[in-house]
């Protein structure tokens, strides 16, 4: 399957879905872009640029927020109240980050 051939926002929604399902409580707060792709594009028919451009989508419109671990990995975690603090507890330091603020104050409300 070419890029072509698949719609944008169908793969913007099922990128934002493994970020999701790869992020639940069991785990790190932060899926590596390594583990979309395997699961994207090693076990489904999507391209390996089609994912990376889904991946950038997500960041730009704030679905998610890229950071680093503390291997220097980079991470994608949803920007939603209990990944965010998750996200909070493991790295105090993400706390003065305006989006993420933004975020627990909403979950507060």
């Known amino acids: 399957m070419t890029d072509d051939d698949v719609?944008?926002?169908?793969?913007?929604g099922r990128v934002l879905s493994v970020v999701e399902a790869q992020t639940s409580p069991m785990q790190r707060p932060g899926v590596r872009p390594r583990a979309v792709y395997t699961v994207l594009v090693a076990h489904s028919s999507y391209t390996y640029k089609g994912v990376k451009a889904s991946l950038q989508a997500i960041l730009d419109n704030g679905d998610v927020i890229a950071y680093n671990d503390d291997?220097?990995?980079?991470?994608?975690?949803?920007?939603?109240?209990?990944?965010?603090?998750r996200l909070v507890?493991?790295?105090?330091?993400?706390?003065?980050n305006d989006t993420i603020q933004s975020v627990l104050e909403a979950a507060d409300d």
């Open 89 to 96: 507890a493991e790295y105090p330091e993400v706390a003065d």
């Open 7 to 12: 719609d944008p926002e169908e793969r913007y």
């Open 71 to 85: 291997d220097g990995e980079l991470r994608f975690c949803r920007l939603e109240a209990d990944p965010v603090e």
